[in-house]
Every structure is written in C-alpha cells, then in structure tokens.
C-alpha cells in the first residue's frame, strides 16, 4: 500500500532528531531532549507486578539519601545582559470565563505546564542557575489553586537531567549526574518535603524511562554494554525487592510506549516491535524483520493496534494493516481516537523539503493524499477527539532546534484548513480541553479556538513577551498559561 517512492532519504537520525524537536505541545514536558513513557494514566488500575521473567533478575531497592537540592546562593537573572528586553517569566490562571489571575512571577526558564489528576495542582518544570554561573539548576513548581490565595512550593536541584512527576503529582522522580560523569546515573523519588530515596540494585549506568502508568515504581534502563545502546529495561517496584525484566536481549530501549489500560509495554528491540505483559510478566514479539529501529510505538485507543513509523500493525496477528511511509522517512504519523483514519508525513525532494501527507480511510480501505509536497518543510500532526479535525504543526525550518511554529486545523473530511497562527510564531502549540471542544493555541498571543477553527477568545502578550505555554484543568474549567521574553529560547 506505499504511494510513492522518494529519491531524498534523510537519514533515520534526522527525522527522529525533527519529531522529538516539533513534538512538544502545550501541557507536556517538550523540554526535555529524552523521549519519555506515554503519560497517560489507566482507567483502570494496572495489575500488580508480574513475577521476574528471569531468576537473575537484580534486587532492587530504594533507600533514604539525600540528593543535591540546591542550597547555595541562586542567580538573580539567569539572562541579563543576554536579551534586549525584559527576561521574567509570568503565570496566569483563568477560570471559565474569567479575567486572567497572575499568581506567580520569576526571573527562572519556565518550561512546561502540567496539572495534577485531582485539579488542585499546576506544576512547571524550570531553569536556572547559581550565581556563580557554574552550576545548572533544574526543579518543579507547584502553584495549589484550589483556594482564592494561591500557595506556592518548590524543588530545586543541582545537575538533575530529568524530572517526571508521578501519575497523582505527590512525587517526582528524576536523574542525578554524580559529579559531572558523562555514564552514570542516580536516580531519585522524593515527595515535595524533600523527603528522598536512591534507586539502588541496578549498578550505576542506570537511565530513567519514567513512572509506571498505576504509580507504583519506575520503568529504568540499564546499559550492559561499552555504549548506552546497548541495556536492558526493567520494571522497578517502589516497595522494593526483585526488578521485572522486560526484555530478554540487550538492545535500545528509550523506544517505549504504555498501552492505554497501562497494563501493557510496547517497545523496539533488534529493529521489531515487542510487547511486554504485566500480568504474566512476559514480552512477545510482534514483528520479525522489519527495521523498525528508530521508531517510537503509538497505541490505538482501543490497545488493539500500534503505529512505528509509517506502518499500522495488528497487535493479534502481527499483519501490518496500512504502510503509508517506507521505515525510516517518516516524519510523523498517527491514528484517530475512533480508529478509523491513519496518518503519515514524509519529506519531498528539495531543500528544505517540502512534505506530503497520506492518509488510509480503514473503513473504505483507500488511501490518498491529504498534502503532497505543496507546502514548507514537514509536519506533526495531533488529531482532535472529534476524529476527523486534524491539527498540523510545521516548524519553520528541516532537521534545527526551532522554536518558531504554524498551527492550522485540517478537516480531513471536507477538506477545509483553518490557520490558527498568524503564519510562523515563537513557541506556537495546540492542546484540546479534555471534552475536545475547544483548543488553546499558544505564540504571540494565546487564542482560544472552537474544534472547528472558530475563533472564542484571544489574550494578548504584553509587549517583548510570547505565550510559552498552557494547559487545561482536568475538568476542563480552567486553563493556565505561561508569558516569557520574546525569542529566550535562542539564547
């Protein structure tokens, strides 16, 4: 079922580089550089952990430490001196229909929005820097808007690379770079006290995945070999005791995916596409052969399927359904909520490549093109829960680390195309409310859009600032948004 064939083949590095750039979007953690476990949480609570699949499976255990929250003296302005204009950043909180509220401001890089499961918590990952300028600072912030007066808290650590909050938001999990060590690893829980425990057992090359879907331990990998492409991944049980094993050859492993109940793993090994069980504590693989190697998994909602790369496969059988993209020359793809459309992206001949988007109607079983190399660059493509409005987001240049983005919603049905951005704009992102009636889309100034493009409410950003980022209550009443200087992130 592949449409065409292409002469241009950027390397598989590339492309991976380029989605892993364009794929952050209001209310995620985007900032990292690590691709990270699907956050999502189960509805249903995931089964308790299945016995080691292997009897030399490490014991792994937690114990009280103390990792380097910072305590010296921070930088009162990061970036003075390196914008021309102001270099605070600036919270706001809107409820329903209401003004925007500032409840917090800082001279700190802040990243990312994300709102704990119950609503009562606004979390932001941010930046800094000591005062001396030697050290990197990385934390969280929790703004409770449960109550009119809004408190705020807290983490702030040295040499930290990654900070995952757990499904519930009571815990952080993060990695420590011991005294500038390019290999190994500490890895740490701690609750917003402070109060912290040391993952031990796995050896010191140890590189963290994330939070299982039900909160109940980490996925880890361990690198086992003289370079971190070669490790095995393991389901680490915050009570303690023997890790599970997921795979039973040692290969890269970053590659993961939770299914949508989290009671299953979807992970490439050796260029294929496996499955590891819960319950039983068994992985199963999928396909034999197929090059799948830098290929991120992606669920169907239903659990029933997973996309890698450019390719739908049937989880039962192992047949691939619809190949839209040759392995290795997709940009993106992604299937509807309702299951029905599949999408994928390629780059074109050129420089920079255009790209063309084919999509496959599984109810009709026809594919056709939805952009064939008419328009710049390439493309990341998120679907609206309504299943036919498809929200595109183009970078303004091939295979860099832009910030600068247009958003435009696609009706692949009718064939009508909204832009939601005036052309390409610092920071520009779209997320749904959770009812998927309305997106928020963020830039120059924060706009709130109907599902069908029509255009509610715009908020502007004062002079020399941009909206960084946003994100929506759980409920859906509240959304929270970040302004932050005018064109920091090229420092």
Not at 363 to 384: F, I, M, P, Q, Y
Request: proline share 9%; hydrophobic share 40%.
């Amino acid at each position: 079922m592949r449409t065409s064939t292409l002469k241009l083949a950027p390397s598989a590095a590339a492309i991976a580089v380029l989605s892993l750039t364009i794929a952050a979007a209001c209310g995620g953690g985007g900032a990292e550089p690590t691709p990270t476990v699907s956050p999502e949480a189960p509805s249903t609570p995931a089964p308790t952990f299945g016995p080691p699949t292997t009897p030399e499976a490490p014991n792994a255990r937690f114990v009280p430490a103390e990792p380097p929250f910072f305590t010296g003296e921070e930088s009162d302005d990061p970036f003075a001196g390196e914008l021309p204009g102001p270099t605070g950043w600036r919270v706001y909180l809107v409820r329903g229909e209401g003004r925007p509220e500032l409840i917090y401001e800082t001279k700190r890089w802040l990243q990312d929005l994300q709102w704990s499961p119950d609503g009562r918590t606004v979390m932001a990952r941010f930046r800094s820097a000591a005062a001396g300028g030697l050290s990197y600072l990385r934390g969280m912030m929790f703004f409770d808007v449960s109550s009119p007066t809004v408190a705020t808290s807290e983490l702030l650590m040295e040499h930290t690379r990654l900070i995952y909050p757990s499904p519930d938001g009571s815990q952080l999990a993060f990695e420590v770079v011991p005294d500038d060590s390019s290999a190994a690893r500490d890895v740490y829980v701690a609750d917003r006290d402070k109060h912290a425990q040391k993952l031990e057992g796995l050896g010191e090359k140890a590189r963290l995945i994330g939070w299982l879907p039900d909160g109940s331990g980490l996925l880890v990998y361990t690198v086992t070999g003289p370079t971190i492409s070669h490790g095995l991944l393991y389901l680490v049980p915050l009570a303690g005791g023997p890790a599970t094993l997921v795979n039973q050859e040692a290969s890269y492993h970053y590659q993961v995916a939770w299914s949508p109940e989290g009671t299953r793993l979807a992970y490439v090994s050796g260029g294929d596409l496996h499955v590891f069980d819960r319950a039983s504590g068994q992985s199963r693989q999928v396909t034999f052969g197929t090059g799948y190697q830098f290929a991120v998994p992606k669920w169907s909602a239903d659990g029933s399927e997973v996309i890698l790369g450019g390719d739908l496969i049937d989880l039962a059988t192992g047949d691939v359904v619809a190949s839209l993209v040759p392995p290795g020359q997709v940009i993106d793809s992604t299937l509807s909520p309702d299951g029905r459309y599949f999408v994928a992206t390629e780059p074109c001949e050129g420089y920079p490549p255009p790209h063309r988007i084919h999509l496959y109607d599984k109810k009709t079983g026809e594919t056709r093109l939805l952009r064939d190399c008419d328009e710049a660059v390439s493309a990341h493509l998120r679907w609206l829960p309504d299943g036919h409005h498809l929200l595109v987001k183009e970078p303004s240049c091939y295979g860099c680390e832009t910030v600068t983005f247009s958003i435009t919603s696609m009706d692949v049905e009718s064939g009508d195309v909204v832009a939601l951005t005036d052309g390409l704009e610092p920071h520009a992102a779209a997320c749904a409310s959770p009812d998927g009636g309305r997106v928020l889309v963020t830039g120059k100034a924060l706009r709130l859009y109907t599902q069908d493009g029509q255009l509610l409410r715009v908020l502007p950003a004062p002079e020399g600032f941009d909206v960084a980022a946003a994100a929506w209550s759980p409920d859906g009443s509240i959304f929270a948004y970040v302004i932050g200087p005018a064109g920091f992130f090229l420092l």
